[in-house]
């Protein structure tokens, strides 16, 4: 083991939020920081991103370069895929709406894809990005020494001067099973025997640690170990599950023309719900939330789609893909989908058949003492409130976190109160009487708005979209 320095700021994750929290601190001048992520390369992972209004105020709350390059790379990333995706006669008639439509094909919402329509009403725009792309774009504004990857967090000590966190190194990362999406028909014995590897130890001792490890965070898990939250140490299933087929070939003309001319009308993507919000199921006692079907035109004859659906673990857990698509052609039976679009969902491939049971931090949990903090330690991002991605605010929120976090260690820091661990409580205190009031809101949003009506969305959008988090950072500050 070795103990190079102590540093005045640990962050563990380099994801998005780990690497905006690192440039919020070095553009406020605080540079003894150090960034470790568990994973062994900064590879080309993960879906891609909606970094909506409220995130892009937050970035440039951040750092100006930061807003600037996301800004560039996303609107490149938009216009690539929409380039490669259309026919010439569908750029020429391009429509920039995603739009909601109830099973008679008749829209019950729209969500504008126009860049300048959000900055005119919010102030800021909207781009989608990339996961891998905006981690990337993030961590090249950071010195390439401060950020080390293949550092996996076993264990943390907290005294009254310093935090000593321990890694290994040199090991495969299991999958995380709370933010993966799964293929069905992986192989059975694909992971990698960890007892033939070498495995090395290390420990750094920080003055503050920021958790930004994600949904699945090891310093959750040590800090709510033998604690009134250790039920809330990991993630709690939503009770929704993610079923998809991203690429079906050689679709028959006659469902193209069927599918186009009912619900595409047009567009590359729509999503589809039964008009009440609760759909009774048929033979069933009661009701329960409705399926939602996102359909996804691939090119002439090709489709793809992803299903939300109300499902139990026991119903996508350890099923083979043919079970999962029946289950899912079966649900939307009971929900009154159309045997075209329960046709799409038989047509799925079962070798590239993906399912995902989505998970959540809640933030209303009813407890005396803060529950993202405790002495030096703070956590950030999905860590401290994960939540299901229906309303594309997992990460938008966690940039919020950053550029709020980073003012209020950069406040400890140059008050010089490093030592003062009244002052440092105080602080991250504040930040959550600040955030969680705010997440409360989003993940019941989350939960809910595929029932809203545009009226009650866009009441939804002026609240989250019109905020910056720069008058919060100020308020922060002199408060």
Known sequence: MSLDQVYDVLIVGAGPVGLATAIALRKRG???????????????VGQVVDV??????????????????????????????????????????????????NL?????????????YWVNRYGAGRVSIPWHSLQTELRKLLPSEIVKANHRCVDITQNPNLVTVSCI?????????????????????????????AISEQQFQAKLVVAADG????????????????????????????????????????????????????????TLRPDSP??????????????RLMLIKRGINALGYLLHTPLSLDSIQNKSATEIINSAVDLLLEADFPTILTHVVKLS??????????????????????????ERLVLAGDAAHGMPPFAAQGANQGL??????????????????????????????????????????????????HSWSQELWEKYGDKIYSRDVANMTHEFILN
Not at 172 to 184: C, D, K, L, M, Q
Not at 349 to 369: D, F
Request: glycine share 4%; hydrophobic share 35%.
């Open 278 to 291: 609760q759909a009774k199921l048929q033979n069933k006692s009661q009701n329960i939330e409705s399926p």
């Open 104 to 116: 008679q094909g008749e829209v019950v919402r729209s969500i504008s894809l126009d860049f300048n």
């Open 349 to 374: 491939n079962p070798a590239t058949l993906i399912s995902r049971p989505y998970y959540i931090h809640p933030a209303n949990i009813l407890h005396e003492q803060p529950i993202w903090s405790k």
């Open 400 to 449: 919020e976190d950053a550029a709020i976090i980073g003012t209020a260690i950069a406040n400890i820091i140059h008050h010089n109160a490093l030592d003062n661990q009244a002052i440092i409580e105080r602080q991250f205190s504040k930040y959550e009487q600040l955030r969680r009031p705010l997440i409360e809101e989003v993940q019941e949003a989350t939960m809910y708005n």
């Open 169 to 197: 190194c040199d090991q495969e990362i299991a999958t995380n099973p709370f933010a993966h999406w799964e293929n069905v028909n992986q192989e059975e014995g694909s992971n990698i025997d960890l007892s033939t590897q």
């Open 30 to 44: 605080i540079e003894n920081i150090l960034v470790i992520d568990q994973a062994r390369s900064f590879r080309p």
């Open 215 to 270: 949904i699945n965070s090891t310093i959750r898990q040590l800090l709510y170990a033998d604690s009134a939250l250790s039920q809330w140490a990991k993630p709690q299933y939503s009770g929704f599950s993610a079923i998809g087929c991203f690429h079906i070939e050689h679709v028959s003309d006659e469902i193209m023309q069927q599918l186009e001319e009912k619900y595409l009308q047009g567009d590359m993507v729509v």
């Open 52 to 101: 909506l209004p409220n995130g892009l105020k937050a970035l440039r709350c951040i750092s100006e370069d930061a807003y600037q390059q996301i800004t560039t790379v996303g609107l490149e990333f938009i216009q690539a895929r929409r380039q490669k995706s259309r026919s010439k006669e569908e750029k020429v008639n391009e429509k920039k709406f995603w739009c909601q439509k």
